[in-house]
Every structure is written in structure tokens, then in C-alpha cells.
């Protein structure tokens, strides 16, 4: 190694602003730097168990798209097999209709029902 390229030991030596007053003040901060290490060693545990846990998850996710997508594949065959409904006759197609038509009609009716109420209570509001 040249010796241009090594380093001084002027290159390390502190200004005299920047110099430790004390031994005490050496001490607390190589203190705080122990505990600054301390706690970015913890922190990255912690951001280490959460990457683990989040690739688990993606893995379980890919597992049920996996499965989703064959069952979807499995319907589009089954149904591309089964035989297609028979047309219905216009009457067949009115009874069918119906349920919806007596839904229409109890909610009409519920909603007549509900205004009478309202109406009635304004009336005794005004009493």
C-alpha cells in the first residue's frame, strides 16, 4: 500500500471545539451511541418480523387467488357444458315476474301506510 494512500493521524485528530471536555463527557457519549445502537438494532428486528409476515401473507393470498381462479375456471366449464334453460312461454314469464310485482305492491303499500302515519303525527304535533 503507498504510502500517500494511508491515512494520518492528523486526519483523525478532533478540533479543539469538538474535543470532549471530559472523560465523563466521553463516557455519556459513547453512552448514547450504545443506546442509539440499541435501538436501531430493535427497530430493525421489528421491520424484519413485519417483512416476514407481510411475505406470508402474500403467499396465503396467492394461494387463494391461486384457488380462486381455478374454481372460476372449473364454473366457466361447467357452465359452458350444461344444457341452456328452455325459453318460457309469455304466461311462464309473467308468473315469474310476479314475486317482484307483489314486492312492488307491499312496499306501496307500506309506503301509503308510512305517510298516513306521518301525517297523523304532524296533526297531533300541532295539538
Known amino acids: 500500500m503507498a504510502s ?30 450504545v443506546e442509539t445502537a440499541r435501538s436501531s438494532e430493535a427497530a430493525v428486528a421489528e421491520v424484519g418480523a413485519a417483512a416476514i409476515e407481510a411475505a406470508e401473507q402474500a403467499r396465503h393470498a396467492a394461494e387463494l387467488a391461486d384457488r380462486a381462479a381455478r374454481a372460476a375456471e372449473a364454473a366457466t366449464m361447467r357452465a359452458a357444458r350444461a344444457p341452456s334453460a328452455p ?41
Open 4 to 33: 500517500e494512500a494511508r491515512d494520518s493521524t492528523e486526519d483523525w485528530v478532533l478540533s479543539p471545539a469538538a474535543r470532549p471536555r471530559s472523560f465523563a463527557e466521553i463516557e455519556a457519549r459513547v453512552e448514547l451511541a
Open 87 to 127: 325459453q318460457l312461454e309469455p304466461a311462464a314469464r309473467a308468473e315469474a315476474a310476479a314475486p317482484g310485482a307483489a314486492e312492488e305492491e307491499w312496499l306501496l303499500r307500506f309506503t301509503h301506510r308510512a305517510e298516513r302515519l306521518s301525517a297523523r303525527l304532524v296533526r297531533l304535533q300541532h295539538v
